[in-house]
């Protein structure tokens, strides 16, 4: 079965810093891969997908992501944070072949400071 | 569009008591999910619908979980006796379709506390 790992629970970064989240996926194919946001309080928004093509994909809110086979991940990166930003992002797979569910990591939080 | 609404947005119930989660789809949309989250376990598919029908229940915990969607505009998940392992947040999602060309539209959630 494939999986999803976050290996970071927390992370905590200074305004106007570069960000990166990393996301590792289990599984044999290429999968398809997501990235959503939880603001508090609020359900999950998605940020960016990748299918094929183009390995750097590009997402709503400045973020992107660069999606690399031989390491298994689809690391999220942001150039520059903004106390805005503060919030859960959850890395999502789905199966080539059975589309229907999205496998989630365990999420990341993301504390800003001014 | 409001988005997907669900109701109640908080829930704190006793133990052995009946839950029921609503949940309103946006319109037009043929699939809808039904997710909990848990600090322990992440978030996890409980089940899910298109065009009204169960697809796939293999992610409800137990039989004292279960969902229906009597028509396309909105569905239950419904907790009989409830537990305290069920506190969780529990959320609706809904698509046009599946798979990764359709997004999945999150409601806001319905935090529940069973004590």
């Known amino acids: 079965a494939q999986s999803v790992t976050q290996p970071d629970i927390h992370i905590t970064v200074s305004e106007g810093a570069s960000l990166e989240l990393r996301c590792n996926y289990s599984?044999?194919?290429?999968?398809?891969l997501f990235w959503y946001v939880q603001s508090p309080g609020q359900g999950l928004q998605l940020l960016l997908k990748?299918?094929?093509?183009?390995?750097l994909v590009q997402g709503i809110k400045g973020f992107e992501a660069e999606f690399k086979r031989s390491q298994s991940s689809f690391n999220l990166r942001k150039p520059s944070v903004h106390w805005s930003d503060a919030a859960e992002y959850f890395c999502?797979?789905?199966?080539?072949?059975?589309?229907?569910?999205?496998?989630f990591g365990t999420g990341t939080r993301l504390q800003v400071f001014p | 569009d409001a988005g997907v609404i669900q109701s109640p947005r908080h829930e704190v119930t006793e133990m052995g008591q009946e839950v029921t989660l609503r949940c309103k789809p946006i319109?037009?949309?043929?699939?809808l999910f039904w997710y909990r989250q848990t600090m322990m376990r992440g978030l996890e598919l409980l089940i899910y619908?298109?065009?009204?029908?169960?697809?796939?229940d293999s992610g409800m915990p137990e039989d004292r979980f279960s969902a229906k969607m009597p028509n396309a505009s909105f569905s239950t998940l419904k907790i009989q006796p409830s537990e305290p392992r069920d506190s969780a947040v529990y959320f609706c999602?809904?698509?046009?379709?599946?798979?990764?060309?359709?997004?999945?539209?999150f409601g806001p959630g319905t935090r529940l506390t069973v004590l």
């Open positions: 999502a797979v789905g199966e080539p072949y059975n589309t229907d569910k999205l496998i």
């Open positions: 619908f298109n065009n009204n029908v169960p697809i796939d």
């Open positions: 999602a809904s698509s046009v379709g599946t798979g990764p060309y359709n997004e999945q539209f």
């Open positions: 319109s037009g949309h043929d699939y």
């Open positions: 599984y044999g194919a290429t999968p398809y």
């Open positions: 990748y299918f094929s093509g183009d390995t």
